[in-house]
């Protein structure tokens, strides 16, 4: 149950989009489309911004969006904005039926 | 509304045991399977353990399996982990989550507590 591997950290302007890339496996990120990344600020509890790689729950701006290909899955945030600053976390359905997050990134809007 | 309570949470001594509490409200209770999730002080996120719905099935990270167990009481809308045999890396914010994945693929967690800290330590 290695982590997924993440970028430490990404960062951009206002206004700007950035990507924050998440790899796995063919054991879970590559064979499962149950990919997720949750927005975690200090002190709060994670919130799902998308599920199932690329859907996005009620209330979630469409600046947020998912893809995937092979072992790994991507967010992008278009138009940041200086309250998308926060640590970013993908988490992936295993062939163990576990799951396991990434190990986080950390998002500075400049 | 849907609301999540961690409680039992504090400082224990290493190889000791601790057992948390997370009280649903707001929701069906038995339509819903339920995770453990934790965060290290300065340390990401790492998923812990889910009982399925019906509590037919429960499935641990491997860092924890063998010392914690997860189970569900429906008669009082609570899920616990019992944590034993604890040491200094389990020190951390103990999040309970719903899933809200409809395949079981544990894809959707929209509903999270406010956490309860953990400290092991002498």
């Known amino acids: 149950q290695s982590a997924l591997t993440q970028p430490p950290s990404v960062s951009g302007s206002p206004g700007q989009s950035v990507t924050i890339s998440c790899t796995g496996t063919?054991?879970?990120?590559?064979?499962?489309?149950?990919v997720s990344w949750y927005q975690k600020s200090p002190g709060t509890a994670p919130k799902l911004i998308i599920y199932d790689v690329s859907n996005r729950p009620s209330g979630v701006p469409d600046r947020f969006s998912g893809s995937k290909s092979g072992n790994t899955a991507s967010l992008t945030i278009s138009g940041l904005q200086a309250e998308d600053e926060a640590d970013y976390y993908c988490t992936s359905y295993t062939s163990s039926s576990t799951l396991v997050f990434g190990g986080g990134t950390k998002l500075t809007v400049l | 509304q849907v609301q999540l309570v961690e409680s039992g949470g504090g400082v224990v001594q290493p190889g000791r045991s601790l057992r948390l509490s997370c009280a649903a409200s707001g929701f069906t209770f038995n339509n819903h399977g339920m995770h453990w999730v934790r965060q290290a002080p300065g340390k990401g996120l790492e998923w812990v353990a889910v009982i399925w719905y019906d509590g037919s099935k429960t499935y641990y990270a491997d860092s924890v399996r063998g010392r914690f167990t997860i189970s569900r009481d429906s008669s009082k809308n609570t899920v616990y982990l019992q944590m034993n045999s604890l040491r200094a890396e389990d020190t951390g914010v103990y999040y309970c989550?719903?899933?809200?994945?409809?395949?079981?693929?544990?894809?959707?967690?929209?509903?999270w507590g406010q956490g309860t800290l953990v400290t092991v330590s002498s």
């Open positions: 063919s054991s879970d990120v590559g064979s499962y489309n149950s």
């Open positions: 989550a719903r899933d809200d994945d409809t395949n079981s693929q544990y894809s959707k967690f929209e509903y």
